[in-house]
């Protein structure tokens, strides 16, 4: 028990060791095997720099104006009459927003400058304070969101999202996704995902027959349930089953109703965008970004439901699409949400995509290897050279090494993506780390040979009051990096940081350990 007891900061070393192995190769960390898709012998997770991928960096398209005073309005009549004086907009370009200090309005339309912004806020009535280039960080935060569950939703395994803010003040908004190509994941997240239901349909003025739309009877926000895309039934095209809100639901029964779609027998669509020959029956138009994707008529059973007024007690029907690819992109966008601002990715505002292909990545991996290799053998060629001792300096190599094998095991067990920036930061720890190893032999053995614990205990705590100085002095000048969205210096200011803990709480005390039973008699 006395042994124990003496050299419980050993055990734990040995403990985080086994810990980090667990953590490493067992099957149940991320409850999968760790022979994986990549043939990954362990369960780390590698970052687009060591597995190739895409990334891209922008900022988001819009103006915001500060201090807007909304004169009792809601937020919607707001975006409503700001939309209606900007040329080519509509309410889904502008966002209105109330705050405890201040009121925004922002235009997420491409091409519209702050002089049209402030002049459309003017003309429809609304006071303003400052009109700025960029928009808020409210809609930024927002944009991180539905990009990343847009990524999630479309199955692109490791993707993440984040703002990134330059040393000027910046905001990009910064995608990486591991091992796709850089055409998917531009059009995945290049566009704002809007998607709705338009119905269009013949009406008959003085005797000429003519064709209206009425927009947007259904947004985004009022599909609920949605189903994956589906083939049809028929072998032509495919499907997304979606079902609608309560609230909305009455609202589209009578749209249909009043506009004809919903006729006995239901109606034919032979809906054609370009102006030409059309049907003379109604459409329900699904329009994504903008664009008619699809026109499809009203089944006869659904026809007879909604006017029947039934319909709107079981509100769900179906997407119709040309194809499954499709249908897989508005399932995606309908689950995600729809952008409240477009990537800039024009490159005019250092908006830019890049690819890093698999054998690059893979090159990447064995220089870094190399690069630690070397580290390794130059640092322990000079501790061999300073002590000639093997018993002091074999435990140091070793024990520094043990911290980034046990960072490695927190990176498998959270999942992190080890990236270039990562193992800067563990190169940082092997030399930090073994410095601090250099210290304690220096402390321990500068006034003579070490004749009983008591002595030793005496030396080792001066050196750890250093170290722990040195320590903390790292934590605080790396905190802010990795607080702050700097892109690849959090990394590395992270795990720079982690080692730092991990040596003054495992290793340091356990290499304290280790050469008190190498040095002293007294055990």
């Not at 993440?160 to 850089?182: M, S, Y």
């Not at 002590?387 to 024990?399: D, F």
């Not at 200011?493 to 290499?511: C, E, H, K, Q």
Request: hydrophobic letters at 45%.
């Amino acid at each position: 028990m006395s042994t124990l007891r003496d050299n419980w900061r050993v055990i734990f070393l040995v403990v985080a060791i086994l810990l980090s192995t667990f953590a490493l190769f067992s099957p149940t960390i991320g409850g999968q095997s760790p022979i994986g898709e990549d043939n990954s012998a362990t369960n780390l997770k590698f970052g687009l720099q060591l597995d190739g991928g895409t990334r891209i960096r922008a900022p988001l398209v819009g103006v915001t104006a500060e201090d807007v005073e909304f004169e009792g309005d809601s937020e919607r009549v707001v975006e409503r009459q700001v939309a209606a004086q900007l040329a080519g907009a509509d309410a889904a370009d502008i966002i209105a927003r109330t705050g405890a200090e201040s009121s925004t309005v922002e235009a997420t339309l491409e091409n519209v400058t702050a002089d049209d912004l402030s002049a459309a806020l003017d003309a429809a009535g609304y006071a303003h304070g400052e009109v700025r280039d960029g928009v808020t960080e409210t809609t930024r935060a927002e944009t991180v969101r539905v990009l990343q569950s847009k990524i999630n939703e479309a199955g692109l395994s490791g993707g993440t999202v984040q703002q990134v803010t330059t040393a000027t003040g910046e905001h990009f908004i910064l995608v990486e996704v591991p091992n796709r190509d850089q055409s998917d994941v531009v059009d995945l997240v290049g566009e704002r995902g809007t998607v709705q239901i338009d119905i269009y349909y013949p009406t008959s003025q003085n005797g000429t027959r003519t064709y209206e739309t009425r927009e947007a009877v259904l947004t985004q926000a009022d599909f609920t349930s949605i189903g994956t895309a589906q083939e049809s039934q028929t072998g032509s095209g495919a499907f997304v089953p979606v079902s609608v809100r309560d609230e909305p639901a009455p609202e589209f029964q009578t749209a249909v109703q009043d506009t004809g779609l919903a006729q006995p027998g239901g109606t034919r669509c032979t809906y054609m965008e370009d102006g030409g020959e059309n049907t003379t029956e109604g459409c329900l138009l699904l329009v994504v970004n903008g664009e008619v994707v699809n026109a499809f008529g009203m089944s006869p059973g659904l026809a007879d439901s909604m006017r029947a007024g039934e319909w709107a007690g079981a509100p769900s029907f179906q997407l119709q699409t040309r194809n499954t690819s499709e249908a897989q992109e508005i399932a995606i966008n309908l689950r995600a949400g729809a952008l409240p601002a477009s990537l800039d990715l024009s490159g005019e505002d250092s908006g830019t995509s890049s690819y890093i292909s698999p054998s690059q990545g893979e090159s990447f991996k064995f220089d870094s290897l190399i690069t630690g290799i070397i580290a390794v053998l130059a640092v322990a060629g000079v501790v061999f050279v300073r002590y000639g001792k093997p018993q002091v300096a074999l435990p140091m190599i070793v024990t520094g090494l043990s911290e980034v094998y046990i960072l490695l095991g927190f990176a498998a067990a959270i999942g992190y993506p080890l990236d270039l920036s990562v193992i800067a930061g563990f190169i940082a720890v092997i030399g930090t780390g073994v410095d601090d190893l250099i210290i304690i032999a220096d402390e321990v053995m500068a006034e003579g040979s070490v004749t009983s614990r008591k002595v030793f205990q005496s030396r080792f705590r001066r050196a750890f009051w250093v170290i722990g100085a040195a320590a903390a002095t790292t934590i605080i000048a790396m905190s802010p990096l990795a607080v702050l969205s700097l892109g690849d210096l959090q990394g590395f200011a992270i795990f720079t940081i982690l080692g730092v803990i991990v040596g003054v709480l495992v290793t340091r005390p356990a290499y304290g350990d280790i050469l008190r039973l190498l040095l002293t008699e007294d055990r």
